[in-house]
């Protein structure tokens, strides 16, 4: 049976519970997700440190949705990007190298979806705009026309905890 929630996570822009429960039978601890709220899973009982479990779990649910968000807006673009990862890289939430490689950092998944969707467009646009002049700001504006309500979202939590 799960322990009582005093703890919480972040997931799309919402804040659920976490409960924590014991299996002896398993080898290393595990996060799930029901879609109203999270069950850490540990092998052992007492004080643990679930941080790495959770920017795993982080980590693999971004992956699944930023992909779904970029074949979602690749439609809007003549130009493909090459490839795209998951990072950690605490300076920004996404880049766009001149190869055409897209980058996007793993805790956007603790932001509604218009914000990750917002960095998701923004980042496409960089396939035809290499910088941040009128002509980026009007792409973005044309296939997300709300990316300044998005920005603001980003700005003000930049430094919302896990």
Known sequence: MPSQSAQHLYYLGQK????IEVDFEIKKIIIKWDGNAFTCTSPVEGE?????AIQSFYKKES????????KEYQSHFKVKYRSFKIDDSNTKWGSCSSERHLTFHWK???????VI??????ELCHLIHMNHDRSFWRLVGKIYPNYKEAMSIIGAEKTRDI
């Open 117 to 122: 969707d917002y960095v998701v467009v923004h």
């Open 48 to 52: 643990i440190d679930i941080s790495k």
């Open 63 to 70: 992956r699944k949705l930023i992909e779904k968000r970029l």
């Open 108 to 114: 956007l998944i603790l932001f509604p979806i218009e």
């Open 16 to 19: 659920y519970p976490l409960y």
